[in-house]
């Protein structure tokens, strides 16, 4: 699915409420954004939206440990992430999930050809949901 809104319509709202039903349905999520601050900002957003329930959501970014990051992927394999917020660290080879039900992907069109191809590749097998503004 693709929403198509300019700045402040609702698009990363429409995104949360998805990853909700897919959280409540024991699916995990991915969240992929083009910088580090929009996966900053996407993270404390569900964060803020989730804080009153049980769902864990962490974020994959440059910024951070490595220790930190490391740990998220390993929990992310085992199914203790729900939500998981990141640039195109999530794309890497050694970041698996147990049950990844739904990728949303904000302004795909920043990524690379080789971002792409692995986003291409997950959606045989995942819901998509795309974001753009463009």
Same mark, same amino acid.
């Given at each position: 699915? +693709?929403?198509? *809104?300019?700045?402040?319509?609702?698009? @990363?709202?429409?995104?949360?409420?998805? #990853?909700? /039903? #897919?959280?409540?349905? *024991?699916?995990?999520?991915?969240?992929?954004?083009? @910088? %580090?601050?929009?996966?900053?900002?996407?993270?404390?957003?569900? $964060? !803020?939206?989730? #804080?009153?329930?049980?769902?864990?959501?962490?974020?994959?970014?440059?910024? *951070?440990?490595? =220790?930190?990051?490391?740990?998220?992927?390993?929990?992310?394999?085992?199914? =203790?992430?729900?939500?998981?917020?990141? %640039?195109?660290?999530?794309?890497?080879?050694?970041?698996?999930?147990?049950?990844?039900? +739904?990728?949303?992907? !904000?302004?795909?069109?920043?990524?690379? /050809?080789? !971002? $792409?191809?692995?986003?291409?590749?997950?959606?045989?097998?995942? !819901?998509? +949901? %795309?974001? @753009? #503004? %463009?």
């Amino acid at each position: 699915r +693709l929403v198509c *809104g300019d700045v402040g319509f609702g698009k @990363t709202e429409v995104a949360m409420r998805a #990853a909700f /039903v #897919a959280v409540q349905n *024991g699916k995990q999520v991915a969240v992929l954004v083009p @910088t %580090t601050l929009l996966a900053q900002q996407h993270y404390e957003s569900f $964060k !803020d939206r989730f #804080a009153d329930w049980p769902v864990r959501i962490e974020v994959l970014s440059r910024f *951070g440990s490595n =220790k930190t990051h490391l740990k998220n992927i390993e929990d992310l394999a085992d199914g =203790k992430v729900d939500i998981v917020v990141g %640039t195109h660290k999530l794309l890497q080879e050694n970041v698996q999930f147990k049950d990844l039900g +739904l990728m949303v992907v !904000d302004e795909e069109h920043r990524f690379g /050809v080789r !971002d $792409k191809e692995r986003i291409k590749a997950l959606r045989a097998d995942v !819901d998509m +949901l %795309t974001l @753009t #503004a %463009t």
